[in-house]
Nanobody
Framework: EVQLVESGGALVQAGGSLRLSCVASGFSFDDYAIGWFRQAPGKERERFSCISKKDGAIYYADSVKGRFTVSIDSAKNTVYLQMNSLQPEDTAVYYC????????????????????????WGKGTPVTVSS
C-alpha cells in the first residue's frame, strides 16, 4: 500500500524556517516523482516543487525559488522540504504527492504531469507564518 505522511508544519514568525518531512512507503523513489503543493485558505492549490531522483531533476516555482530546498533521503524513505525566509504569504496547508515518474515532467524549468492529479497524496501539514 502506498502511503505519504507529511509532518513538520507549525506556526512560525516571518523570516523563520521550517523543515517539512514526507515519509513514503509502498514505492521506490527510483520509480516515482514527488511533487510539493500548497493550498492557502480561499486560494487554488499551487504546485511549487518537484523532485525526480532517477532523473536528478528538481523544480522550484518562482514563488519559492531561493528560499525552499527539496531533498530525498532514500535510506529513510523521506523527502524533505527546507523552507527558509518564510513570509505570511507562505501560509498554507502543504502536501506531498507521488506519481509514476514517466508521467511527470519535472525539470529545473517546469513541473507538470499527465492527467489532472498526482497519483498519491498525503493528508497535508499546516504552516502558518505570522507577521
Amino acid at each position: 500500500e502506498v502511503q505519504l505522511v507529511e509532518s513538520g508544519g507549525a506556526l512560525v514568525q516571518a523570516g523563520g524556517s521550517l523543515r517539512l518531512s514526507c515519509v513514503a512507503s509502498g514505492f521506490s523513489f527510483d520509480d516515482y516523482a514527488i511533487g510539493w503543493f500548497r493550498q492557502a485558505p480561499g486560494k487554488e492549490r499551487e504546485r511549487f516543487s518537484c523532485i525526480s531522483k532517477k532523473d536528478g531533476a528538481i523544480y522550484y516555482a518562482d514563488s519559492v525559488k531561493g528560499r525552499f530546498t527539496v531533498s530525498i533521503d532514500s535510506a529513510k524513505n523521506t523527502v524533505y522540504l527546507q523552507m527558509n525566509s518564510l513570509q505570511p504569504e507562505d501560509t498554507a496547508v502543504y502536501y506531498c504527492a507521488a506519481k509514476d515518474r514517466t508521467e511527470v515532467y519535472c525539470s529545473s524549468l517546469y513541473f507538470y504531469y499527465l492527467g489532472d492529479l498526482m497519483e498519491y497524496w498525503g493528508k497535508g501539514t499546516p504552516v502558518t507564518v505570522s507577521s
